[in-house]
């Protein structure tokens, strides 16, 4: 067996492992929402977020992956690869099957964030809609303008390693305009002021963020793609940092602000770190990892206050703030805490 073949296996054998990371993710979105929830709509939430993941991957291999990853027309979108029709055998060294399956899976999260943020007042048929153009178009052509040639990254030098904003960003903003058309639920505010409405399971909550932290280190350090590459461990230890920072920084500030730990706003801490880090955890330096995790568990309780007490949207648990403002900040720190000139992206 060649050296290049043996590369090429266990580098495909590592991407398909951290595939798998990525889709138990879907588990742990799935707890998260259910325990921030009332219990009544147990059952609607679960539906929702087990058929995000079938339709997910349906529009992406039908439609999706050729606007995202097709040949490119003008820098705005790819055009060929329908159905995976015309695919290569290899993609960047690895198998270019191993390569769709992280794609769609990745396609798939990005819409199950939005579903937390319109929880408890969305009709199932309505998600579905979403779920299908988020998949089809949305999340497809945002991608191709950072990860398939597109205008973003080859005009601009745009830099989003893992997501941060292809995947959580535009989740998080998809999430603030769908919450606003909807409203807020029955009894959330009275006389203008926000009323809080407590999830029925926070021990569950708390599961599915384990579980979420846990996926992340298939998340970002998958994206290498190259198991041998230094990049990988590197990103599996800015993305551990910058989640243990958050969760601390998002304790202390609850404690100072509010004279009291909070429980769902720490466990958002640790994904507002997780997701702050996102873009940027290959080329971060460690105590950058650390800032940016600190920063990001603070900026995600502000975010939250500011939703939902001055815009008057509600969030039942916080995907706005922690995918939408902390994926937008992610990004930007890369122009703040990056070590080196090169980038790192999932298609070279």
């Known amino acids: 067996m060649s050296k290049m073949n043996t590369a090429f296996i266990i580098n495909s054998m590592w991407v398909l492992i ?19 929830t009332q219990s009544k709509n147990a059952v609607n ?3 929702k977020n087990f058929v995000t993941v079938s339709i997910g991957v349906m529009c992406y291999f039908f439609v999706g992956y050729s606007i995202m990853y097709g040949t490119d027309f003008g820098g705005v979108i790819g055009t060929d690869m329908l159905m995976l029709i015309g695919k290569p055998e290899e993609l960047n060294g690895i198998s270019f099957d191993v390569f769709f399956f992280f ?3 990745f396609a798939a ?11 408890e007042r969305t009709k199932f048929t309505s998600y579905i809609i979403f779920c299908l153009v988020a998949t089809t178009f949305i ?10 040639g597109g205008f973003l990254a080859e005009q601009f030098g745009f830099r989003d390693f893992a997501g941060g904003t292809a995947v959580h960003a535009v989740g998080g903003f998809c999430a603030l305009i769908g919450a606003y058309m909807v409203g807020p639920r029955t009894g959330k505010y009275r006389k203008n002021k926000p009323v809080a409405i407590p999830g029925h399971n926070i021990p569950l909550g ?8 846990f996926g992340w280190f298939g998340f970002n350090p998958g994206s290498t793609l190259d198991i041998t590459s230094s990049v990988t461990i590197h990103s599996a230890v800015t993305t551990l940092l910058s989640g243990a920072a958050a969760t601390l920084s998002s304790l202390v500030f609850c404690c100072l602000k509010y004279k009291n730990p909070d429980a769902p706003l720490t466990l958002n801490g640790a994904l507002a770190g997780l997701v702050g880090i996102t873009a940027g955890a290959n080329e971060i330096s460690y105590v950058g990892a650390v800032i940016v ?10 975010s ?5 007490s001055k815009l008057k949207i509600d969030d039942p648990v916080g995907a706005i703030s922690v995918h939408g403002v902390c994926g937008t900040f992610g990004t930007l720190a890369i122009g703040i805490f990056s070590t080196n000139g090169a980038s790192y992206t999932k298609v070279k």
Do not use: N
């Open 103 to 105: 794609q769609a899976i």
């Open 206 to 213: 708390a599961l599915g963020v384990l579980i979420l932290w």
């Open 139 to 148: 999340y497809p052509l945002i991608g191709h303008w950072i990860w398939g």
């Open 304 to 308: 939250v206050e500011f939703v939902d």
């Open 109 to 119: 999260t990005c819409a199950t964030i939005v579903s937390g943020a319109m929880a």
């Open 18 to 36: 951290a595939s798998v990371f990525v889709f138990l993710m879907h588990a742990g979105f799935a707890m998260v929402e259910v325990g921030f």
């Open 45 to 47: 939430i679960i539906m």
């Open 293 to 302: 995790g600190l920063l990001s568990g603070i900026i995600m309780i502000l």
